[in-house]
């Protein structure tokens, strides 16, 4: 803190200060920069521009582009080799049996299980009814028997005999056989005497081959 009582050499004396004050009191400019300090510059102040910047940017697309392309064809050349193949067919020649050897066959049946031609070789005459009529009855149940395990049968005709029929033109005269009085073209007007029979099935067993079927029953021997 300076002393009151020490005098500044470098002051202004009274008159130099009485001098200064009428000057204010008659210079407004003075007093006003006697009165008023000197503005002091103010600190810069920061300030925040946004200014809009331009920035490139490379944005890579990609753009499909058709090219036509010439295409090379490769020719492919397929060479083929024939070859012939020689195959060696066996044939089989089988023996033709013959035509008669299924009817010896079932003749042969016949007269294993009916005695069918033993009864047809017999001499009737002499014998009384009573002993034909049980020979009868054994041959008849042993050929149906036959018949109907290896012989389908069925009647030519469904309708009951004495039906009366009408035959017309072009009847198969195989499976129909007219009787009586035949006379000029059909139709033929007639009663059914008999239904007639149609083998649809035939299921005779097999015969080996070197069995000779001329042989419709073997000969019988008692041995003693």
């Not at 503005?39 to 940017?57: G, N, Q, S, T, Y």
């Amino acid at each position: 803190m300076t002393d009151p009582t020490v005098v500044d050499p470098a002051a202004p004396g009274f008159f130099a200060r009485l001098a200064l004050a009428l000057r204010v009191l008659f210079d407004a400019v003075l007093a006003r920069k006697l009165l008023l300090p000197e503005p002091r510059a103010l600190p810069p102040v920061e300030r925040i521009v946004e200014k809009p910047v331009e920035v490139e940017k490379i944005v890579e697309r990609v753009v499909e582009k058709v090219v036509e392309k010439p295409v090379e064809v490769e020719k492919i050349v397929e060479r083929v080799v024939e070859k012939t193949v020689e195959k060696v067919v066996e044939k089989v020649v089988e023996k033709t049996r013959p035509p008669e050897e299924g009817a010896l066959h079932l003749l042969s049946i016949l007269q294993r299980d009916g005695r069918l031609l033993d009864f047809l070789g017999e001499e009737l005459t002499g014998l009384k009814d009573a002993e034909i009529g049980a020979a009868v009855r054994l041959v008849h149940q042993g050929c149906k028997k036959a018949l109907a395990t290896y012989v389908v049968l069925k009647p030519v005709h469904t309708e009951p005999e004495g039906t009366v029929i009408v035959v017309d033109k072009g009847f198969d005269a195989h499976a129909l056989r007219l009787a009586g009085n035949v006379k000029g073209e059909p139709p033929y007007k007639g009663t059914l005497a008999h239904a007639g029979w149609r083998a649809v099935e035939v299921k005779l067993p097999e015969r080996p081959a070197f069995v000779d079927a001329r042989v419709i029953a073997p000969a019988e021997v008692e041995v003693r």
